[in-house]
């Protein structure tokens, strides 16, 4: 049975995802190796097929472990008895801290994600859909109440902030002018803008 943590009590799942986050980060999904995966964290083949059936699985845990974070944090807002302009605008500026704060993760994800298996694609793709949803379900919310305009489709605005997210690993810098928060706070008020009627 493969040790459950090193030294220091950092469990192997934890010690096998870092080292690929960081591999997959410096080389490419494709040209990291599951040899140069285990000798970076730290332990053997079998410890990694033993949490993770492949290469493949760890690809999509990279993604999901943010996702999941994400999903938890939308459902906190959706669900809070804030007024609806408040939770948008708490959700739509939480999605791009969350992302920033896991940049290599997003990045590695969106450069390598036709990658996975057609079973696991197919499955971060109805992850997602869960997530933009319930996202796009509080901007109805907020345009059957009044407070957003109807003009725009809903769709269309989910889309609109999500492109912006998606795209945060091609030119956010941790050393630029602006800090996650200030981009953060600068893209939801840009959605806001476009909902106010």
Known sequence: MPRTTDGDGTPVPQRLLAAATRLFAEQ?????????????????KGALYHYFGSKDDLLHEVYARVLRLQQERLD?????????????RDAAADVVVTTI?????????FRSMHQLSPEKNKQVRAERRRYHER???????????????????????????????HHLSTWYRPDGPLSPQEVADHLADL???????
């Open 101 to 109: 704060e896991n940049l290599d993760d997003a990045s590695i994800f």
């Open 28 to 44: 490419g999904y494709d040209r990291t190796s599951v040899q140069e995966i285990v000798e970076a964290a730290g332990v053997t």
């Open 135 to 165: 996202f796009r379900a509080l901007i109805e919310e907020g345009q059957r109440a009044g407070v957003f305009t109807k003009e725009a489709p809903a769709d269309l605005v989910v889309d609109y902030h999500f492109g912006s997210v």
């Open 191 to 197: 959605l806001l803008r476009s909902l106010r009627p």
């Open 76 to 88: 906190a807002f959706a669900d809070s008895d804030e007024p609806v302009e408040k939770r948008v």
